[in-house]
Structures are given as structure tokens and as C-alpha cells.
């Protein structure tokens, strides 16, 4: 039996899958605290048998290198009761004869996205989220890439806009590409969610323009052949075009592509990325 986790900030997804990833049933509820939520899961899980294998996908920072202090530990989100919480001590509590394997939920979504979606048979894919937060998984050369922590997108300084003055939403560092560009810094500067948002607003040549800037520092580190960008914030049908025309007046032609070829692309595997990811994890 194998058994994957989404564990995101609103949302946790729990499914039963078999041995090529695919989803035989699932459970979708909000993200609470701790043991509430991932009592839940469990619980599930044990109705239906006892794996052996579970793909833990969670929200970050997180850590994910094994041998560290900090594996298997929410590390500092702004998430009430989440920091310092070991994932994995539950699990290996609840279930001791498990193999567990943890990773980001973007990670994860970007290896479901490479296997099967957006970025089938591709070796060296981005995955970009953007919703509460904003956060990127990264495979190159067919490996999801760790450092001492995991990519941590969303918290790097991207240039001001020109005339643009918020102060940004990030508890850490207000203006950061998460501050300026994610859900809630949306909601704040516009005075509305995004999907209430009409596609022809000015908030999406800002949120194109400041997530090109992102990206650029992306393809000049570890160049991929295709840049997925999802999440609840990615919805507009503007978006894409224009974060691709943005990208491609920065970049110059330097890189190679142009605004046309398909490198920015939406996910395929929509709200099943995550989950799917999950299960790829448990096998891989």
C-alpha cells in the first residue's frame, strides 16, 4: 500500500495510490493545527490499510536533509503552532514499519508535473506556486535540487518596479518577491483577491513583470527547457503571455527562447500536482 500527504497552509490532501503513482482514492480538508490535521490523515490512512511507503509533501520551510537536526521539522513559517512541529516523528510514531520520504509540496508538484504534465519527458523543469506564498521546485538533470535547505524562491529580492511604493506583506522581509507578488500582497495592494480581479487589470502587468524578474535569476543559475507557473494566483488567462513578454524583453534573446516557444506554460495536472507528487515520492 502506498499513501501520499499534501500538507499546504490551507489545505491538506491525503490519498491511497498504486505502484505507477496514480490516485485510487482521496481526502481533501483545511490545514489546521498540527496533530489535529495530520491526525486526520492518519486516521485515514489506517482505514484503509497499513502502507508501505507514505510521499510526505509539505509546505515550507521545512527541512528536508536527512542527518540534520531539522529534518522532518516545520522551520519558521508565520503559521500558528506549525514551527519547530516534526512531521516525520509522527508518522514514524504511527506507523514505525514505513518507509517515509519528505520533500517540498512545490518539489513535489514539479516532479508530477515532469512525469506526467506540463513538462513530460523533460529533464530540467521549474515549477513556480504562487498563491498564500510564493515558492519554486526545481529538477535539473532529472533531480529534484536540495541545498542545506530547499529553493526558497519567493523570499529573493527582485527590483522595485518603477513608481511602485508598497511596503510588501512578508513578515520577514516586507519586500521581497513573496511581499510584492503573492495572494495576500495582491489582496493588499489592489484592495481585492486576485480572482476577483479582472484580466485586463494593471495588477497583472506588475505581478507578470515582478515574477519575469524572478525567473530571470532562475534561468541564469540552472537553466531549465520549461517554466511551469501555477497556484490559485496563476489563474488569469493574462498572466502567462505577459510574464513571458516580460522575461523575454530582460533576458535580451540571450538565453535562447523566445516569448512564443511554450517555455512559460500552466500546470497540466492542476490541483492533483501536489498530490500526485506526493505519491511519486512514496516510489521513487
Same mark, same amino acid.
Given at each position: 500500500?502506498? #499513501? !501520499? $500527504?499534501?500538507? =499546504? %497552509?490551507?489545505?491538506?490532501?491525503? *490519498?491511497?495510490?498504486?505502484?505507477? +503513482? ?113 515558492? #519554486? !521546485? $526545481?529538477?535539473? =538533470? %532529472?533531480?529534484?535540487?536540495?541545498? *542545506?535547505?530547499?529553493?526558497?524562491? +519567493? ?114 495536472? !492542476?490541483?492533483?500536482? =501536489? ?10
Amino acid at each position: 500500500m502506498i #499513501a !501520499g $500527504i499534501e500538507l =499546504g %497552509g490551507t489545505k491538506t490532501v491525503v *490519498a491511497v495510490g498504486s505502484s505507477n +503513482g496514480s490516485i485510487l482514492e482521496e481526502w481533501r480538508f483545511p490545514t489546521t493545527l498540527p496533530n489535529e490535521t495530520l491526525g486526520q490523515a492518519i486516521a485515514w490512512i489506517r482505514e484503509r490499510g497499513t502502507p508501505d511507503r507514505i510521499g510526505i509533501a509539505g509546505f515550507g520551510p521545512v527541512g528536508i536533509v536527512k542527518n540534520r537536526e531539522t529534518y522532518g521539522k516545520i522551520l519558521a513559517t508565520p503559521k500558528v503552532g506549525w514551527a519547530g512541529f516534526s512531521i516525520t516523528d509522527l508518522f514514524a510514531s504511527a506507523f514505525p514499519a514505513c518507509k517515509l520520504v519528505l520533500d517540498t509540496d512545490v518539489n513535489a508538484a514539479t516532479l508530477a508535473e515532469a512525469k506526467s504534465g506540463a513538462a513530460a519527458g523533460l529533464d530540467d523543469v521549474v515549477y513556480i506556486t504562487i498563491g498564500t506564498g510564493i515558492g #519554486a !521546485g $526545481i529538477l535539473s =538533470g %532529472g533531480r529534484l535540487i536540495h541545498g *542545506a535547505l530547499h529553493p526558497e524562491f +519567493g523570499h529573493f529580492k527582485v527590483p522595485r518596479m518603477t513608481g511602485d511604493d508598497f511596503s510588501g506583506v512578508c513578515p520577514f522581509h516586507h519586500d521581497c518577491l513573496e511581499g510584492l507578488a503573492s495572494g495576500p500582497a495582491i489582496a493588499a495592494r489592489w484592495g481585492m483577491p486576485a480572482h476577483e480581479l479582472p484580466s485586463d487589470h494593471p495588477a497583472w502587468d506588475m505581478e507578470a513583470w515582478y515574477l519575469a524578474h524572478g525567473i530571470l535569476a532562475v534561468v541564469a543559475i540552472v537553466p531549465p527547457s520549461r517554466v511551469i507557473v501555477g497556484g490559485g494566483v496563476s489563474q488569469s488567462e493574462s498572466l502567462h503571455p505577459k510574464i513571458a513578454k516580460y522575461l523575454n524583453q530582460i533576458t535580451a534573446g540571450y538565453f535562447g527562447f523566445s516569448e512564443t516557444d511554450g517555455f512559460i506554460v500552466p500546470p497540466a495536472l !492542476g490541483q492533483e500536482a =501536489g498530490i500526485r507528487g506526493a505519491l511519486q515520492l512514496a516510489i521513487s
